[in-house]
Nanobody, 122 residues
Framework: QVQLVESGGGQVQAGGSLRLSCAASRAYHMGWFRQAPGKEREFVATITWSVGDTYYADSVKGRFAISRDNAKNTVYLQMNSLKPEDTAVYYC???????????????????WGQGTQVTVSS
């Protein structure tokens, strides 16, 4: 059973920064999704395991950066210039295999973390 342990959420003012971390028990393609109250879970960013290709939702391009430390099986999400609309529960996700055409689809991911709250105040 794969375990994903997230950390780094919190509350910040608009324009601020936060960094999320997700430690996995083994190596996978890793991604971040988020879910705001009353909304569906939406894709944020993904990084592939071997090559380290990165993919981002349009809403976070230029503000968020996903990276990974393969030696630690840990993925990071650096979030800068945060906006109130970034407020959500952020989930780490892991995929055994990943079709690039479906990177933003939650069902493509096999394992999920417990979620960490990010709140951005105006």
């Amino acid at each position: 059973q794969v375990q994903l342990v997230e950390s780094g959420g919190g509350q910040v003012q608009a324009g601020g920064s936060l960094r999320l971390s997700c430690a996995a028990s083994r190596a996978y393609h890793m991604g971040w999704f988020r879910q705001a109250p009353g909304k569906e879970r939406e894709f944020v960013a993904t990084i592939t395991w071997s090559v380290g290709d990165t993919y981002y939702a349009d809403s976070v391009k230029g503000r968020f950066a996903i990276s990974r430390d393969n030696a630690k099986n840990t993925v990071y999400l650096q979030m800068n210039s945060l906006k109130p609309e970034d407020t959500a529960v952020y989930y780490c996700a892991a995929a055994l295999s990943l079709r690039t055409t479906r990177i933003g689809t939650p069902t493509e991911y096999d394992y999920w973390g417990q979620g960490t709250q990010v709140t951005v105040s105006s």
